[in-house]
Each structure stands twice: as structure tokens, then as C-alpha cells.
């Protein structure tokens, strides 16, 4: 390949509710993709789960009530444990009905996934994770719900 030629694209709603749910859409393709392929507990796989959960809560909260330039900042960002409370209290279970367990599973990735330790692992670190197949069902019950109401569920990307 020709290091001087680029593949381009275009990112289309890139700051609104769809554009997020496009990319949370695809982090969960990802993210399925890695587990096929690994017997072992992987980390980009929990990185694109974690990544998809963020965008469809924050798809979510900038349909509701924030802006991004809030929601790209502290105490949100990367916060899932933020994010998830914030949507609680703005109606997220109007939406969808997120178990106890399944609210349990993103606070026990927010810790790992905020402080970006699936990106830059820790040496000797314990990492305390979720199961991933329920990351995995948690990721993609939340993006399927966003999606609805916002009137995305076909599968063009």
C-alpha cells in the first residue's frame, strides 16, 4: 500500500444522538468480533464494549439534556458510572429497564474503563471485570433501546 494514500471518511452526526448510536453501533461490532476470536479474557474486547455502553449513554443524555461540551467533560467524559446516574435521573428507565445486575456490570467496568487501563494496562494490577458476555448483553441492550426511539434501527452505517 502507498503510505501516501488515505482511506477518508466522512462522519456524519458526529455530535447528535444518532451519530453516537452509529458509533456505539459498530464498537459493539468490534467488540463481538474480538470475543469470537479469543478463549481468553481480553481487553480490547472490554475497551469496545465499555466504548459502545459511553456512546449510547451519552446518545442518550444529549437527546435529554446535556450538551457535549458538557458531556465531554469532567464529572462525565469517561465516566460511565456518571454517565449511568445522570441518565437515571433524566429517565433512562422510560427508555429501558436496566436491572440492578445490569447497572452493577457498568460500575464494576466504569473503574477500569475510566481510568483507561484496558488501553494502558498496569503491570501487576488486579483488574476486577465483569463477565463479558454480560458487557456484552448490557452493550447491546442499551444501544437497541437508544436506537428505537430515535428511529435507528436499521443496520446502514
Do not use: C, W
Request: charged share 25%.
Amino acid at each position: 500500500m502507498n503510505p501516501k494514500r488515505r482511506l477518508k471518511r466522512q462522519v456524519k452526526g458526529k455530535e447528535e444522538p444518532e451519530g453516537f448510536l452509529r458509533l456505539a453501533r459498530e464498537f459493539v461490532a468490534a467488540g463481538q468480533l474480538v470475543l469470537n476470536r479469543t478463549n481468553e479474557v481480553s481487553f480490547p474486547a472490554y475497551f469496545l464494549f465499555g466504548r459502545a455502553i459511553e456512546l449510547s449513554l451519552k446518545a442518550f443524555l444529549l437527546r435529554s439534556t446535556l450538551s457535549i461540551d458538557v458531556l465531554s467533560r469532567a464529572p462525565y467524559g469517561h465516566n460511565l458510572v456518571s454517565l449511568l446516574e445522570t441518565a437515571i435521573n433524566d429517565g433512562l428507565a422510560n427508555v429501558v429497564a436496566l436491572s440492578a445486575q445490569e447497572q452493577a456490570t457498568i460500575q464494576l467496568l466504569s473503574d477500569d474503563y475510566t481510568d483507561k487501563r484496558f488501553e494502558y494496562p498496569v503491570a501487576g494490577a488486579t483488574y476486577h471485570l465483569p463477565l463479558i458476555s454480560e458487557t456484552d448483553q448490557v452493550a447491546m441492550k442499551l444501544l437497541r433501546a437508544m436506537e428505537a426511539p430515535l428511529g435507528s434501527t436499521d443496520g446502514d452505517a
